[in-house]
């Protein structure tokens, strides 16, 4: 069927657009707001310019999670990127979820550690980063190392995130996403190109993936399972965290966070490379889409077709769309109507610009900004 020939009947009823019920929430289609890094928190405060940023991408029963926020003073590792360690920053969130509550958004808020990939100038008294390792990155300027965190100290990390899922509850956030992709704490610690640690939290899988586990706990027994998602990338090398069996690390997690009962996962395709580039390989997402039980998400250079049929052919429940999403702020209206996406622009993703990049991208009726879906 061309496209010009789609009834309406026939663009509501396509696989990204069909309502799906997430535990508790009911949503009105399938495509979900990624997180992304956006750099336009000045002093790692919410500012009032993500009123419109968020509410613009909102749509009644749609999903959406926020860039990663900081769990504590020590998770940082970019300039403006949010926190959700302190009450100012608890109560700056909160005019923003409320302008997606407003327009019927379900509303999440991604909590992350850098770990390694931060520096000395975003740390308390420029201290070196932590980690599981002292291992370093290595990157074309400066080197430094980390610190590897002792064995005594690992509680304290997991109850940042406790702490950090609280809070994101008391600024009214529906639920939390734990960071556990692209080469930040949780994944050094589960990557074995990373982790070379000699106790309980290194060597074995099962050790690797303890720390990560040890979050999943926490949070669920903080804001309750119904509320905590992760977001897991075994397939990736982000931040040179490359692991010797992705498979058997992805399907390791699928199956452990069974036993937490959490509503979902989300998973970075194996597909999708270091600086976002699409390479198309031998290994898949299924395995982890059939251990796990909840809601399973799927990230990484997906299109309008591809993701219809990641739907059609049940390889996910939903979709999450970074870029595409970015560059069009009323995507789940232009799959509908099959309309021309608006190109993004790579030049503007991080600068500090609080409009330029972030709000002036045009609706397909540019006279509104508020759309039913």
């Known amino acids: 069927m061309e496209n010009a020939e789609l009834t309406s009947e026939t663009k509501h009823t396509i696989p990204l657009l069909k309502p799906y019920k997430m535990g508790n929430f009911n949503l009105s289609h399938r495509v979900v707001l990624a997180p992304m890094t956006r750099q336009r928190m000045y002093g790692h405060v919410p500012q009032p310019h993500g009123v419109l940023y968020y509410s613009q991408r909102t749509t009644p029963g749609g999903f959406l999670i926020t860039e990663a926020n900081g769990v504590s003073d020590t998770a940082l590792g970019y300039e403006y990127s949010p926190g959700i360690w302190t009450k100012e920053q608890v109560e700056a969130w909160k005019p923003i979820v409320d302008a997606v509550h407003a327009k019927g958004g379900v509303f999440f808020c991604q909590i992350w550690h850098v770990g390694r990939a931060s520096h000395p100038d975003?740390?308390?008294?420029?201290?070196?980063?932590?980690?599981?390792?002292?291992?370093?990155?290595?990157?074309?300027?400066?080197?430094?190392?980390?610190?590897?965190?002792?064995?005594?100290?690992?509680?304290g990390v997991v109850n940042d995130f406790r702490?950090?899922?609280?809070?994101?509850?008391e600024a009214g956030f529906d639920g939390v996403e734990i960071h556990g992709a692209h080469g930040y704490m949780i994944d050094q610690f589960m990557k074995d190109s990373v982790n070379d640690r000699a106790d309980q939290y290194g060597g074995s899988l099962q050790n690797r993936c303890r720390f990560a586990l040890e979050v999943v706990e926490?949070?669920?027994?903080?804001?309750?399972?119904?509320?905590?998602?992760?977001?897991?990338?075994?397939?990736?090398d982000f931040l040179e965290s490359k692991d010797s069996n992705p498979e058997a690390l992805g399907l390791y997690m699928a199956e452990s966070l069974n036993k937490y009962g959490i509503l979902y996962c989300h998973v970075i395709e194996p597909r999708l490379q270091q600086g976002g580039k699409i390479k198309e390989g031998t290994y898949t997402l299924e395995p982890m889409r059939k251990a796990f039980q909840g809601t399973f998400i799927v990230g990484g250079g997906y299109k309008r077709e591809d993701g219809n049929e990641a739907v059609a052919k049940g390889r996910t429940d939903?979709?999450?769309?970074?870029?595409?999403?970015?560059?069009?702020?009323?995507?789940?209206k232009r799959f509908k109507e099959d309309a021309p996406l608006n190109k993004y622009d790579r030049h503007t993703f991080y600068t500090a610009d609080p409009v330029v990049g972030y709000t002036d991208y045009p609706f397909l009726d540019t006279t509104v900004s508020v759309y039913n879906f």
């Open 122 to 155: 975003f740390q308390p008294n420029g201290e070196a980063p932590i980690s599981c390792s002292d291992k370093s990155l290595t990157p074309a300027k400066e080197i430094f190392t980390p610190r590897r965190l002792s064995t005594e100290e690992i509680p």
């Open 218 to 236: 926490a949070v669920t027994n903080e804001i309750g399972p119904g509320r905590v998602g992760i977001r897991l990338s075994p397939f990736t």
């Open 163 to 169: 702490l950090a899922a609280r809070n994101a509850i």
């Open 318 to 332: 939903l979709v999450a769309y970074g870029r595409w999403f970015l560059a069009n702020p009323d995507l789940p």
